[in-house]
């Protein structure tokens, strides 16, 4: 079946397509959408932050998920987040493929998903009631932006330059930006 041609599935149409699938493709009320390809500061990026934030939560109440999870926005909405993190006992279902509970999710931003990162999923993700902090880094320059829910309230703050430190409280930790974009040309 065509990419282009896939309009409308039902979600079980949709996870069987999704996990015969070559590629991963996120899930919105019926309607399938492909994921494009990354570059290799984005799997640079994602290692440094899967690295920096594993030794800091290495021993503790943590899981970390790589993009090869769902998560669930909704009974009918499927996203695939660069990662996730879970305080506690993971919510997943049977197949251990979908997510429920992430108190942590983040995206590395390119020109081409900036637009729909900082809009619909940023909305999407705000939406999932255990989701405390979301995290938007630039894959091209040191800045990260990070949304964080307090008492029901999101409040967005930024962090610019490799000297910068992203506080995260939600992970009783701190992240600089010169580890998340170590090995990056900025």
């Known amino acids: 079946m065509a990419i282009d041609s896939i309009r409308q599935m039902t979600v ?8 015969a699938s070559e590629y991963k493709n996120e899930y919105i009320d019926g309607e399938v959408y492909p994921m494009t390809g990354g570059t290799a500061y984005h799997a640079e990026i994602m290692f440094n932050v899967g690295f920096a934030l594993g030794l800091r939560l290495r021993g503790g109440d943590f899981h ?3 993009s090869a999870i769902r998560n669930s926005v909704s009974p009918t909405r499927y996203l695939y987040p660069d990662f996730s993190i879970v305080r506690g006992e993971p919510e997943l279902d049977e197949g251990a493929m979908n997510l429920f509970n992430p108190i942590l999710v983040a995206e590395v931003i390119s020109p081409t ?13 705000q939406s999932i009631a255990s989701l405390q902090v979301y995290l938007v880094i630039d894959q ?3 800045h990260v932006e990070v949304d964080s829910r307090q008492d029901d309230i999101w409040q967005t703050q930024e962090f610019a330059g490799l000297n910068a430190i992203v506080p995260l409280p939600a992970l009783n930790c701190d992240l600089p930006l010169a580890e998340i974009h170590a090995g990056i040309e900025i």
């Open 64 to 66: 970390f998920y790589t």
């Open 113 to 125: 998903t900036a637009g729909r990162d900082r809009g619909f999923k940023r909305e999407q993700y």
């Open 12 to 19: 079980e149409e949709y996870f069987a397509f999704d996990e």
């Open 140 to 142: 091209f320059k040191a």
